[in-house]
């Protein structure tokens, strides 16, 4: 069975954004065409003549395709099958170690595309597990690969890919500078609404805002926004609208925010990436709750981030940082006891989370014990809430802390 020619028709009619059905053209069948490109059905000449016009590739070239395969590639065929597929399955800590398997095999067999295609899918799986240093290394070795510079497409890609391990390891600038060259080689080249110039878009957006220029990010929003009306997934459009609204709220926009993330909610499908639908409802309410919004629109992303947490587990600290949300929407709806007892469940672990959630579960806590006339409990949390945000270089919220510790003092009892 030709599995080599089926794996290399397979990628160059994505490539060419073509569906199955479009790649057959009437002639032959979706189903046929998947039987070509699983190995199933071995092609002939005729074939390989009509399909290797379709797809403006070179007929010798499709003719080699049909080679036999040696073991090596039929293990890279294996092992790139297993990438995929742990993908699928969001077994990152999988598809990091067979996509280095993989890539090593590709670069044993001087197949310089497979090699490159292996090494991004393992470093975007990297940046899934928070493997920095990894990242970032690998991301360069993306970048600095000769094949990058010979495809608009690669190069965008690997920029983009650089951009956020640069913002993962907190480099911020070099994120941004990497992201305006992913931009603008988009711009130049590829499709605003291509999946390539939207991911491109969307690390400009964010190493923006994480560097605090918010007006430039807002602009990147809107070139981002005006990209959408092209033919783009309904996920990638939820998405988008998910990442402007983050940045309206931040830029105390709350009524573009809400607009935004609303519908980013009506797009994103749990069915589709129950994961995405969890952090998008949790995220956005704690957007929304940062920015005042206590309507019941707030409450419904809290109850569906809940009940698809319910579903697929709570791996690292997601549960406790939606506990934390779940208390604070208790605490602003008049209710501290109820507060309480979500954050005595985050207090069990709070070890887990970094010293900026640490540092707002302490101030809630202590907001919560003083609506409760409980005073002297509420400054040892607020001296910890402080102690939290100095470590984690976040001095308007110690500053914050310290304030109300303050006035509890100065408030006779």
Same mark, same amino acid.
């Given at each position: 069975?030709?599995?080599?020619?089926?794996?290399?028709?397979?990628?160059?009619?994505?490539?060419?954004?073509?569906?199955?059905?479009?790649?057959?053209?009437?002639?032959?069948?979706?189903s046929y065409v998947s039987l070509l490109e699983t190995?199933?059905?071995?092609?002939?000449?005729?074939?390989?003549?009509?399909?290797?016009?379709?797809?403006?590739?070179?007929?010798?070239?499709?003719?080699?395709?049909?080679?036999?395969?040696?073991?090596?590639?039929?293990?890279?065929?294996?092992?790139?099958?297993?990438?995929?597929?742990?993908?699928?399955?969001?077994?990152?800590?999988?598809?990091?170690?067979?996509?280095?398997?993989?890539?090593?095999?590709?670069?044993?067999?001087?197949?310089?595309?497979?090699?490159?295609?292996?090494?991004?899918?393992?470093?975007?799986?990297?940046?899934?597990?928070?493997?920095?240093? &990894?990242?970032?290394?690998?991301?360069? &070795?993306?970048?600095?690969?000769?094949?990058?510079?010979?495809?608009?497409?690669?190069?965008?890609?690997?920029?983009?890919?650089?951009?956020?391990?640069?913002?993962?390891?907190?480099?911020?600038?070099?994120?941004?500078?990497?992201?305006?060259?992913?931009?603008?080689?988009?711009?130049?080249?590829?499709?605003?609404?291509?999946?390539?110039?939207?991911?491109?878009?969307?690390?400009?957006?964010?190493?923006?805002?994480?560097?605090?220029?918010?007006?430039?990010?807002?602009?990147?929003?809107?070139?981002?926004?005006?990209?959408?009306?092209?033919?783009?997934?309904?996920?990638?459009?939820?998405?988008?609208?998910?990442?402007?609204?983050?940045?309206?709220?931040?830029?105390?926009?709350?009524?573009?925010?809400?607009?935004?993330?609303?519908?980013?909610?009506?797009?994103?499908?749990?069915?589709?990436?129950?994961?995405?639908?969890?952090?998008?409802?949790?995220?956005?309410?704690?957007?929304?709750?940062?920015?005042?919004?206590?309507?019941?629109?707030?409450?419904?992303?809290?109850?569906?981030?809940?009940?698809?947490?319910?579903?697929?587990?709570?791996?690292?600290?997601?549960?406790?940082?939606?506990?934390?949300?779940?208390?604070?929407?208790?605490?602003?709806?008049?209710?501290?006891?109820?507060?309480?007892?979500?954050?005595?469940?985050?207090?069990?672990?709070?070890?887990?989370?970094?010293?900026?959630?640490?540092?707002?579960?302490?101030?809630?806590?202590?907001?919560?014990?003083?609506?409760?006339?409980?005073?002297? &409990?509420?400054?040892?949390?607020?001296?910890?809430?402080?102690?939290?945000?100095?470590?984690?270089?976040?001095?308007?919220?110690?500053?914050?802390?310290?304030?109300?510790?303050?006035?509890?003092?100065?408030?006779?009892?």
């Amino acid at each position: 069975m030709s599995v080599k020619f089926g794996e290399k028709l397979r990628h160059a009619r994505q490539q060419q954004r073509m569906t199955q059905a479009q790649l057959g053209n009437g002639k032959y069948s979706t189903s046929y065409v998947s039987l070509l490109e699983t190995g199933s059905r071995e092609p002939t000449a005729e074939i390989i003549t009509e399909l290797s016009t379709r797809l403006g590739i070179e007929r010798d070239v499709m003719e080699a395709w049909n080679t036999p395969v040696t073991p090596d590639e039929a293990e890279f065929v294996l092992l790139e099958h297993r990438v995929r597929a742990s993908l699928r399955a969001h077994d990152y800590g999988d598809s990091a170690a067979v996509a280095k398997e993989a890539a090593a095999i590709a670069h044993a067999q001087k197949n310089s595309s497979a090699w490159w295609n292996m090494t991004f899918v393992r470093a975007e799986a990297l940046r899934e597990l928070g493997e920095v240093d &990894e990242f970032l290394s690998v991301a360069a &070795e993306v970048l600095a690969h000769p094949l990058t510079d010979e495809s608009p497409a690669l190069t965008v890609r690997a920029h983009t890919l650089v951009s956020h391990a640069q913002l993962a390891a907190g480099r911020l600038h070099i994120a941004v500078d990497h992201a305006l060259r992913a931009t603008d080689h988009a711009h130049a080249e590829l499709p605003s609404s291509s999946l390539i110039a939207l991911s491109a878009q969307f690390a400009l957006v964010a190493s923006l805002t994480e560097t605090g220029q918010l007006d430039k990010a807002w602009a990147a929003c809107l070139d981002l926004n005006e990209a959408l009306d092209g033919d783009v997934p309904a996920q990638t459009a939820g998405s988008a609208h998910w990442t402007i609204g983050n940045v309206a709220f931040r830029r105390q926009d709350v009524m573009e925010g809400l607009r935004h993330h609303d519908l980013a909610a009506q797009l994103l499908r749990p069915a589709s990436d129950i994961e995405l639908w969890t952090r998008f409802n949790k995220a956005s309410a704690s957007a929304r709750l940062t920015a005042g919004v206590v309507a019941p629109a707030t409450l419904a992303c809290i109850e569906r981030a809940e009940v698809a947490q319910s579903v697929i587990g709570a791996p690292g600290t997601e549960g406790l940082e939606l506990r934390l949300i779940r208390a604070r929407w208790d605490q602003v709806n008049g209710m501290p006891a109820e507060a309480l007892e979500a954050l005595a469940e985050v207090d069990l672990r709070a070890d887990e989370l970094p010293d900026p959630l640490r540092g707002e579960a302490s101030l809630l806590t202590a907001r919560c014990l003083l609506a409760l006339a409980r005073s002297e &409990e509420a400054l040892e949390h607020l001296s910890s809430a402080r102690d939290y945000f100095g470590r984690a270089g976040a001095g308007d919220r110690a500053m914050l802390a310290a304030e109300l510790a303050t006035q509890i003092r100065s408030t006779p009892r």
